[in-house]
């Protein structure tokens, strides 16, 4: 059993930035892929970015590329997301998930474990 905590949401201003933290316990192994999906009112949840544990291989949604940047550090078993220049429109609740397969896919499907989430409000 994989345990995903996230941390580090907030309230800011357009152009800010926020850096989110996703602390991995239990049994991650390194073949697992991680990622960062994201939901906001009234809408469907939608991927962020992800990142392969094995290769390091890196995806982000078209939405958030030049602006995001994912991240893990393999000692402290927690994954980040870097957000900057944020939008009103990036307002959401963010969740971290882990994939056993390492697929690091766009899929929610895809993915075995999840975090309870972390606010994000951007205001104009």
């Known amino acids: 059993q994989v345990q995903l905590v996230e941390s580090g949401g907030g309230l800011v201003q357009a152009g800010d930035s926020l850096r989110l933290s996703c602390a991995a316990s239990?049994?991650?192994?390194?073949?697992?892929?991680m990622g960062w999906f994201r939901q906001a009112p009234g809408k469907e949840r939608e991927f962020v970015a992800a990142i392969s544990l094995s290769n390091g291989e890196i995806h982000y949604a078209d939405s958030v590329k030049g602006r995001f940047m994912v991240s893990y550090n393999t000692a402290k078993n927690t994954m980040y997301l870097q957000m900057n220049s944020l939008k009103p429109e990036d307002t959401a609740v963010y969740y971290c998930?882990?994939?056993?397969?390492?697929?690091?896919?766009?899929?929610?499907?895809?993915?075995?474990?999840w975090g309870q989430g972390t606010q994000v409000t951007v205001s104009s």
């Open positions: 239990g049994r991650t192994g390194s073949n697992y892929a």
């Open positions: 998930a882990a994939d056993r397969g390492g697929f690091g896919g766009t899929r929610r499907g895809l993915y075995d474990y």
